[in-house]
């Protein structure tokens, strides 16, 4: 056989355009079977993510005990993104983030996760100075169905009724103090009535929380302590009022000089 004569044969078949389309047409086909079944491996393939053995509330720490793992679709794990943690080991030692739970048989999202230092963290630590927490007593009705939620931006209305004891129906209402920042709606044992479902019993509020200035907090203590029918009413708004708040002041200075007169009345200094 002549040597030179196949390498001319050879040329000729590679330098013939169709043949030249033919070899990049099956190499591509090749490059995307290879692509798809890897693409489709790594969807299928199951992968091994932990799990909450418990229900962990928030501040609970993280132990290896309230951790399982459990393998799940890797097209799951891509569906839900970088939130989900996929290492048992990232979350043991770790706490549940404050204003977080973990439901029992959940996955564990680095959102609800937390350094103890950062868990230890409330919605108290960044009060501004010269303010202090006031815990208003409400129902799931004075709460509107429980819509005033922690964030929002509320008013406090001041309701006295009949306060010279005379049965009379004589009523002073009106705006008190407007926008107060609402740190945490709690139930009677002082669960965040919004992070805390085992119970029914917890989705009750029973307390708001929120700061207000420490002349103010003085103010709304001798209102609650005035020993007539008095009432402190928190009013919800709107979207518009707590994206865009305003500072926590007075609104009526003649509800503030009725308060203090009444409670001096009563002793109550």
């Known amino acids: 056989m002549d040597v030179n004569q196949v390498k001319t044969n050879i040329k ?18 090749i490059i995307i079977y290879f692509v798809y079944n890897y693409l489709v491996n790594k969807a299928i393939s199951p992968v091994s993510v932990p799990y909450a053995i418990n229900q962990l509330q928030a501040k609970d720490e993280i132990t290896s005990d309230d951790v399982g793992t459990v393998k ?39 959102d609800a996760v937390a350094s103890e230092s950062e868990a230890a963290t409330t919605e108290f630590s960044n009060i501004p100075d010269g303010y202090t927490i006031y815990r208003l007593p409400v129902t799931f009705h004075s ?24 049965n009379s129906s004589n009523i002073i209402y009106g705006l008190f103090i407007k926008s107060i920042q609402v740190l945490k709606v709690v139930d009677k044992d002082g669960n965040d009535v919004f992070t805390n479902t085992d119970d029914d019993d917890q989705m009750v509020p029973k307390y708001i929380e ?8 003085t103010l709304l203590r001798k209102a609650s302590l ?19 708040p305003e500072d926590t002041t007075i609104a009526s200075e003649a509800i503030e000089n009725f308060i203090l007169a009444l409670s001096s009345s009563y002793g109550i200094e």
């Open 143 to 166: 709460t509107y169905g429980c819509s005033i939620m922690e964030g929002d931006y509320i008013d406090l209305y001041f309701k006295a009724k009949d306060v010279n004891g005379t």
């Open 210 to 217: 929120f700061a207000v200035p420490i002349e103010y907090f």
């Open 72 to 110: 799940i679709s890797g097209n799951f794990v891509t569906a839900s993104g970088s939130g989900l943690i996929q290492s048992g080991r990232t979350v043991v030692g770790k706490y549940v983030a404050n204003g977080y739970q973990i439901p029992k048989n959940s996955f564990f999202y680095t």
């Open 226 to 244: 005035i020993p007539a029918d008095t009432e402190l009413i928190p009013v919800p708004r709107n979207a518009g009022y707590s994206e865009n």
């Open 12 to 29: 000729r078949f590679l330098s013939n355009p169709n043949t030249l389309t033919f070899i990049l047409v099956i190499i591509l086909i």
